[in-house]
């Protein structure tokens, strides 16, 4: 924001670069005016001009060089079509949790905010925030109202600086669902003889595929059972 005392009857008229910002409050007609500059790639500087006019017809004229330092621009790397996270299953340990990391912070000092959108669609299991917190690991939770939902991962990068300037990155993730089968079949059943067994719970049948696994070894012997 840049201001010039009021006088009253006095008009007044701001200058800058062409191009290079953004009126986001008061106006460049009035004694204040707030900007937001455009994206720098290296420290540059910006002159701003006002001129006064009195009523009088007198003018003055004041000018200031501001220098725009480069906002981060953090670069988000990790998997972006997930299954959600499901820790095990039928005795069966997955816990699938992802990792997810800034691959180009601007320096050792910059501080980190990293939040899920909506807060509802995953948890984080270690810290996300505080310096130098580059890397998060996330659980993200199973959708309820599709098979497939897509949610935003945002890291908000603090650079340690004068200005302490900032800049924000979404990433889309696709959450999936996880397919939850129930064997349906006898528990006990005779050698040689053909065994029937189905996976029931397939809510998503018609786009999953299955394998089976049977144990082969060691062979039976008569009144043995195998799971």
């Known amino acids: 924001t840049y201001s010039t005392p009021f006088q009253s009857g006095d008009t007044y008229q701001w200058t800058l670069p062409a191009g290079t910002f953004q009126v986001t409050g008061g106006s460049l007609t009035g004694n204040t005016v707030t900007v937001r500059w455009n994206q720098v ?12 006019t009195t ?3 007198c003018t003055g004229t004041a000018s200031v060089n501001v220098t725009v330092n480069p ?5 988000i ?13 039928d005795g069966i340990t997955t816990n699938n949790t992802q990792t997810y990391t800034v691959t180009n912070p601007v320096n050792a000092g910059s501080s980190f905010q990293w939040s ?12 996300s925030s505080g310096v130098g917190v580059t890397t998060v690991t996330i659980q993200w939770n199973e959708p309820t ?9 945002r890291v908000v990068e603090t650079a ?8 924000q990155t979404d990433l889309n993730v696709t959450v ?12 006990v059943w005779c050698d040689n003889t053909p065994y029937v067994a189905n996976s029931t719970n397939a809510a998503q049948s018609g786009f999953a595929t299955y394998s089976v696994t049977v144990p082969t070894t060691p062979p039976l012997t008569g009144g043995q059972v195998r799971n």
């Open 55 to 57: 009523q009088n017809g």
């Open 77 to 89: 790397s990790g998997n972006t079509n997930v299954c959600a996270y499901i820790g095990a299953y």
């Open 145 to 153: 109202t599709a098979s497939t939902i897509t949610n935003v991962l």
């Open 41 to 52: 790639a290296t420290p540059t500087v910006r002159a701003v001009t006002v001129l006064e």
């Open 71 to 75: 906002a981060p621009t953090p670069n």
């Open 160 to 167: 340690n600086g004068v200005p302490t300037c900032s800049g």
């Open 116 to 127: 899920i959108v909506p807060s509802s669609a995953g948890v984080f299991t270690g810290a």
């Open 176 to 187: 999936n669902w996880n397919p939850k089968p129930v064997i349906s079949g006898a528990r």
